[in-house]
C-alpha cells in the first residue's frame, strides 16, 4: 500500500523506482494519431464519391448526345429520301439550316443557342437530348477502293446531351454523309 501512495513500483529485479506515466502518453498518442488517419481518408471518400457522381453524370450526358446523334442520322436520311425525290432541303423544320453556298451557320457553341428560351434553334427530343442539322451541300467523295468516286449528301450534326443533374453537358459534333 505504501508503495502505491509514494508512486514508487518495483522493476523486474526488485528495485524500486517512480512511476512515469509512459504508458498513458503514447497510448493517448496512438489514439490521436489513428483519429487523424481516419478522418483524412473519410475525407478521401467524400471525394471519391463526388467524383464517380461526375463521372456519372459526364457518361449520361454523353449517352443522351448519342442518342440524338442516332435521331439526327434518321432525320437526315429522310431528308435525303425527299431531296431525292425532288423536293428541296426543309429549312422551314425547326433545327434545320441550309448552309450552302456561304449561309450563316448557327453559334451551336453558345450557350445560349440550346437555352430553352430559344427553343426555335433546335430539335428537343427530350429535356436531355437536342440536335441541329446543316445541310453542307453535294459532295463528291473517293470511296475507300481509292478508284471510284460518288456525290453525296453531306450534314454536319451537332448534338448535345444533358446529364441528369441538369449541369454536366456533353456537345458533339459529327458529318453524316449519305447517297
Known sequence: MSDLKHN???DFFGA???QRGITL?????F?????IIGLVAMNGSGLELKMSANALQKTVSFQEAEDARELAEQAAESVVTTMKAGGAFPTSIVGYYNVTG???RPNIADSD?????????YVSVNANNKYVIEYLGRKTVVLDDRTTSELV????????GVGLDGVSHTLAQTVHMAN
Open 113 to 121: 443557342f440550346w437555352s430553352d428560351a430559344n427553343t426555335s434553334n
Open 31 to 35: 489514439l490521436w494519431i489513428l483519429s
Open 8 to 10: 514508487k513500483r518495483q
Open 25 to 29: 502518453i503514447l497510448a493517448l498518442l
Open 102 to 104: 456561304g449561309k450563316a
Open 153 to 160: 449528301y453531306v450534314f454536319r450534326l451537332s448534338m448535345l
Open 16 to 18: 524500486r523506482r517512480p
